[in-house]
C-alpha cells in the first residue's frame, strides 16, 4: 500500500487533465475565432521581449485591443476598416491562404494570425508568394497601430 502510494506522487503528470467524454475542450472565450461576418480577430504571439496581443476588430469601426494587462477599445478610421474587411472576403477561407516557413529568433521571433469566418490564418509575419496574405498582413500592422498595440519590451519583473 505504501509502494502505491509513493508510486502515485511520484510519476509526473504533464498537461490537461483529459476529458472523459473524449469531445476537445472549446477554447476560451477570448481565443473564439469569429464565425461572422462582422468581426475578426488579430493575434500576435509576442516573443520573450515583446508582448503579444488581440485584436479584435469590427466592421462598424471599432476595436477591442487585449494587451497584457491593459484593454483600450477604440474607434480606428473606417477606410482602414473597410479595406482589411474586403481584403478578408477576398482572400476566400483563411485556412487555405499559403506562407512559407520561416525561422524565428527564440527570443524576437512571434508569429501572426487572423480568425475570420471560423477559420485562422497561417503566420502572416512568414514571407508569402499569396497577395492576399502579404495585403492582410499590411492591413493588421496598420490595425494594430491605430488601435493602440505597444512595441516596448515586457516590463522586467521585480
Aim: hydrophobic share 45%; aromatic share 6%.
Amino acid at each position: 500500500m505504501l509502494l502505491a502510494l509513493v508510486l502515485a506522487f511520484a510519476i509526473p503528470t504533464y498537461g490537461p487533465i483529459p476529458d472523459p467524454s473524449g469531445s476537445p475542450a472549446p477554447p476560451p472565450a477570448y481565443l473564439r475565432v469569429p464565425a461572422t461576418a462582422g468581426e475578426a480577430l488579430i493575434l500576435d504571439s509576442g516573443s520573450t521581449n515583446r508582448a503579444g496581443y488581440r485584436l479584435r476588430v469590427y466592421a462598424d469601426g471599432w476595436t477591442a485591443l487585449q494587451q497584457g494587462d491593459v484593454s483600450i477599445r477604440k474607434r480606428v478610421p473606417a477606410s482602414l476598416v473597410k479595406r482589411f474587411f474586403a481584403d478578408l472576403r477576398a482572400a476566400g477561407p483563411l485556412d487555405r491562404i499559403t506562407v512559407m516557413r520561416c525561422m524565428k529568433s527564440v527570443s524576437f521571433g512571434s508569429s501572426m494570425q487572423i480568425g475570420y469566418r471560423g477559420k485562422l490564418s497561417p503566420d502572416l509575419s512568414c514571407p508569402s508568394s499569396s497577395s492576399a496574405a502579404r495585403a492582410l498582413a499590411v492591413d493588421a500592422g496598420a490595425l494594430a497601430d491605430a488601435a493602440g498595440v505597444s512595441i516596448l519590451p515586457r516590463p522586467l519583473k521585480m
